[in-house]
């Protein structure tokens, strides 16, 4: 059998057009998922950033009565207390009024005027959300890590706290002692 030259072209035609339309659509989804994959993490840092503005507004508030308190003690203390109550409301203004865009933007601009002011704050913003997350975290149900004696073998052979079997090294559970 003998394929004739007019429908091997109309067959390559055929399947150059499928490739291309395939190709389309796969950019056309490619281009969905990224959007929705932008309007998401958009509308979770907003969420973030309310969740922020409203425990800074919260510690603004905190700050004002510790601030009158101490002021009817100590005039010095009362006045720092102020002064920290005034910069948080001024950083709290700023996160309300200001798109994300240009709170990003502000980011990038203190990273390359002054690294080491940047590195410090990233390393306490990480610290203050670890010591968050880990107070907002649900006890844990696990019955092995509440008591002592109960250790699991790694498939080394060794316990995961106690004693090496090679050595006397002492090895603290993943989990900590509690």
């Known amino acids: 059998m003998s394929i004739n030259s007019s429908s091997t072209e109309s067959i390559k035609h055929n399947s150059a057009e499928a490739a291309q339309?395939?190709?389309?659509?796969?950019d056309k989804l490619v281009g969905n998922v990224q959007s929705a994959t932008a309007t998401f993490e958009r509308d979770k840092a907003e969420e973030a950033r309310d969740e922020i503005t409203?425990?800074?507004n919260s510690v603004e508030h905190a700050v004002d009565d510790i601030a009158s308190t101490l002021g009817e003690h100590s005039d010095t203390l009362g006045q720092y207390a102020s002064e920290f109550s005034d910069s948080l409301s001024s950083f709290n203004d700023k996160l309300k009024n200001r798109s994300l865009d240009e709170l990003a933007s502000d980011a990038e601009t203190l990273?390359?005027?002054n690294p080491a002011m940047f590195m410090l704050g990233a390393v306490t913003i990480?610290?203050?959300?670890?010591?968050?997350?880990?107070?907002s975290a649900p006890p844990s149900?696990?019955?092995s890590s509440k008591h002592y004696g109960t250790a699991a073998t790694t498939a080394a052979g060794s316990s995961s706290f106690g004693f090496d079997?090679?050595?006397t090294q002492v090895h603290r559970p993943a989990g900590g002692y509690q």
């Open 21 to 26: 339309t395939l190709k389309s659509e796969a």
């Open 54 to 56: 409203a425990r800074t």
């Open 111 to 113: 990273a390359r005027d």
């Open 126 to 135: 990480g610290a203050i959300a670890a010591r968050f997350f880990q107070a």
């Open 141 to 143: 149900s696990s019955a």
């Open 165 to 167: 079997n090679a050595s």
